[in-house]
């Protein structure tokens, strides 16, 4: 998939929209989730314009993903995630149902956040 200048993420690193910023460096922007699932619920996003972390991985500089991964722990470190643990999850695709298509990572916390996934029958 290509990448969508609109997409609202984008909107956000430019500006035209606003949010709740947490963290931010030269790699990374970190921000409240508008519809959090979790006392704590934070998505850390690269600057650069990657669609999924399967574009990321093959796409970006080392300097890219090293720094990316480094905001994602000083978010959480930020957020005072660190003791009480938390999670990290990034939807990649159809099957993960990705709503947005920029990279972003989820940090869930505050809580505790039960089971990874709902166990399916069969
Ligand atoms: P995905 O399903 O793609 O992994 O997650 C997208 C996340 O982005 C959702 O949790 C959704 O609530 C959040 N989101 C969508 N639009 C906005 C927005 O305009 N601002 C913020 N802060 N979060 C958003």
């Given at each position: 998939m290509s990448y969508d200048d609109n997409n609202v993420f984008a909107r956000i690193l430019r500006g035209e929209l606003p949010c709740r910023k947490v963290y931010e460096d030269d790699h990374a922007l970190a921000f409240h989730d508008?519809?959090?699932?979790?006392p704590v619920h934070v998505l850390v996003i690269p600057k650069?314009?990657?669609?999924d972390m399967s574009d990321f991985t093959e796409n970006a500089s080392d300097a890219e993903i090293a720094g990316f991964f480094r905001a994602v722990g000083r978010t959480a470190e930020r957020l005072g995630l660190k003791e009480g643990g938390y999670r990290v999850l990034s939807n990649c695709g159809r099957d993960a149902n990705q709503e947005v298509p920029h990279l972003h990572v989820h940090i869930f916390g505050g809580?505790?956040?039960?089971?990874m996934l709902r166990r399916r029958d069969g």
């Open positions: 508008i519809n959090p699932l979790a650069g314009r990657y669609v809580a505790n956040l039960g089971p």
